[in-house]
Nanobody, 124 residues
Framework: QVQLVDSGGGLVQAGGSLRLSCVASGRTFSSYSMGWFRQAPGKKREFVAAISPSFGSTYYLDSVKGRFTISRDNAKNTVYLQMNSLQLEDTAVYYC?????????????????WGQGTQVTVSS
């Protein structure tokens, strides 16, 4: 069982930056792929980024490539999402998730555990 607590959301102006964090419980964090998803009002939850457990391979939604960076610190059981050059369309609730199987998933059905979500609001 893994419990995830995500944080770091807030209100930011367009062009600004935020860093989301997700702390996981349990001793097997390093064996999980970790992902970030987001859900905007009236829209389906979508994949944003993921990172593999071993070699740290990363995967991104096309619209965030070059702006967002996912990283992990296995010693701290934490995964991060650094978000730069934020745009109005990045406004959403962001969720971290853990995937116990390989390969690293990019759909929400592949993820077993979820954080509670953190709100990111980008203003003009």
């Amino acid at each position: 069982q893994v419990q995830l607590v995500d944080s770091g959301g807030g209100l930011v102006q367009a062009g600004g930056s935020l860093r989301l964090s997700c702390v996981a419980s349990g001793r097997t964090f390093s064996s999980y792929s970790m992902g970030w998803f987001r859900q905007a009002p009236g829209k389906k939850r979508e994949f944003v980024a993921a990172i593999s457990p071993s070699f740290g391979s990363t995967y991104y939604l096309d619209s965030v490539k070059g702006r967002f960076t996912i990283s992990r610190d296995n010693a701290k059981n934490t995964v991060y999402l650094q978000m730069n050059s934020l745009q109005l369309e990045d406004t959403a609730v962001y969720y971290c998730a853990a995937d116990s199987a390989l390969p690293t998933g990019r759909t929400q059905d592949e993820y077993d555990y979820w954080g509670q979500g953190t709100q990111v609001t980008v203003s003009s």
